[in-house]
């Protein structure tokens, strides 16, 4: 199928040359295509064995293909174990929830260069992953936007010397209004949603703030640290600049992307205020008409003035109640987000993001190696060869994607699976061939592993040397 959507498009593309310059339009400009993620939402199991259906396959031995596909996706999962071995060891300076020793970790590990080398790292495994990044000069408008029916909330994002967010999959759901909404004549309204977001934050030094805040707001060293102090009071006293704070979340409404941050605060909406002024305002008034109408009636009676005083204040007390019970409904609403929506976190998110990455790798390098095993394409021909496999992906799963094709090509040349021969042809290994390649070098990593092994046993430890 790949092979017939490839040749469609070559044959369209011709008949487009010959009738002069045009265009080309790839994909029809539907809604569905309005915006496309590199991310395929498909199982590599549900590729697999779509790819590897006997019928696809004409002229070949059905068994060598799937052996052919296992093989290479095993090997690329060896790969990403190495990968991720050295991203999470490189992490270990920087991580909160270490169990290692400190004397295990080198003296040099935990300083600004190893800590940015390692972010590096992150991001090109995200990238990997297929995750979009929100840069940071457009993340303030996103946390600014404004929540029609959920949580109003403020986050200092200058309190942060890192901020890495990244996100992939974004869908919408229905919002409903609470009755007392719903009454007032508010409707249910669309909201986007990322299906999985990723954060990674590094707090700045205390010193560096304060500085940065009698700069800004030109204020005295203690006015700048009490500054610092009131910012940062809901944070818990184990956050440190030092460390390397990361989270997973999925689900997570774009509205209430605030949440995911530590140093996040509650505030009501301007509609809120305005009802609890109102009925603030109203309760306190009554009673204020009441109690003076009956401190004049005793003014004879201390006791009974003393009452009245007393029916004022609480009064007053009941108002500030209805403040402090609707925050409570907020925080209530802000815990179960986090609860629900956090996937995972720190060492345990970059092992998650590993395996993710892995995946998306395996399933690109499938897509593109079945295609180029049963058809020759040149290099400037990959524009068609990406269609076709998005148009195989939108007719087999019902997804629309913008397939990386340079990427999955890269790894595959990499790899000695396709051969780019001078006329900028590419050819791949029938799937036989490819299987005993991957095989052979299988044997020659394992034994790079032994000759290791070896050199390490022979040179004399430091308890026997002299």
Not at 20 to 34: E, F, I
Not at 108 to 128: N, T
Not at 379 to 399: G, K, M, P, S, W
């Amino acid at each position: 199928m790949l092979q017939r959507v490839l040749q469609l498009r070559k044959s369209a593309h011709a008949v487009a040359a010959s009738e002069g310059p045009q265009v080309a339009v790839l994909l029809p400009l539907t809604d569905a295509y309005v915006r496309r993620e590199r991310y395929i939402p498909v199982s590599r199991r549900a590729i697999l064995e779509t790819l590897s259906a006997p019928d696809l396959w004409p002229g070949f031995d059905p068994a060598s293909v799937r052996t052919c596909f296992r093989y290479l996706a095993h090997w690329r999962h060896l790969k990403y174990a190495d990968q991720a071995v050295d991203l999470i060891e490189s992490y270990q300076p920087f991580n909160p929830d270490r169990d290692i020793a400190p004397s295990a970790i080198a003296a040099d590990a935990g300083g600004e260069v190893h800590k940015q080398a390692f972010i590096l790292r992150v991001r090109d495994m995200l990238e990997r992953a297929n995750y979009e990044e929100i840069p940071r000069d457009k993340l303030q408008a996103l946390v600014d936007e404004e929540n029609p029916y959920g949580l109003d909330l403020d986050v200092n994002l200058d309190e942060f010397s890192q901020i890495v967010l990244y996100v992939r999959g974004e869908g919408s759901e229905t919002v409903h209004p609470e009755l007392t909404d719903r009454l007032r004549g508010k409707k249910p309204v669309q909201i986007s949603v990322f299906q999985r977001v990723f954060l990674l934050i590094c707090l700045k030094p205390v010193e560096e703030r304060v500085k940065e805040i009698m700069t800004a707001e030109r204020v005295s060293d203690a006015k700048a640290r009490k500054t610092v102090a009131k910012n940062r009071k809901a944070l818990p006293k184990t956050i440190d600049d030092s460390h390397v704070y990361i989270k997973m979340f999925k689900d997570m409404p774009r509205p209430d992307i605030e949440v995911i941050f530590p140093n996040t605060r509650i505030k009501l909406r301007s509609q809120d205020k305005m009802t609890i002024g109102a009925s603030a305002g109203g309760g306190i008034g009554m009673g204020v008409v009441s109690t003076v109408t009956k401190v004049v009636a005793a003014a004879l009676t201390p006791i009974g003035a003393a009452l009245a005083i007393l029916g004022l204040a609480g009064a007053a007390s009941q108002q500030v109640a209805q403040v402090v019970q609707k925050r409570t409904r907020y925080m209530l609403k802000v815990t179960r987000n986090l609860y629900f929506h956090n996937i995972s976190s720190n060492q345990g998110a970059l092992a998650l993001l590993t395996e993710r990455a892995e995946e998306e790798d395996i399933k690109e390098e499938l897509l593109l190696y079945a295609l180029l095993a049963k058809t020759s394409v040149r290099r400037d021909e990959l524009a068609h060869a990406q269609a076709a496999i998005e148009e195989f992906l939108t007719q087999q799963f019902n997804v629309h994607v913008a397939f990386d094709t340079e990427d999955a090509l890269s790894r595959l040349v990499d790899t000695g699976l396709v051969v780019e021969h001078a006329d900028g042809t590419l050819m791949a290994m029938a799937p036989a061939t490819a299987a005993k390649h991957i095989d052979d070098m299988w044997d020659v990593y394992l034994d790079k592993i032994g000759d290791a092994e070896h050199a390490v046993s022979a040179v004399p430890s430091a308890a026997h040397a002299g």
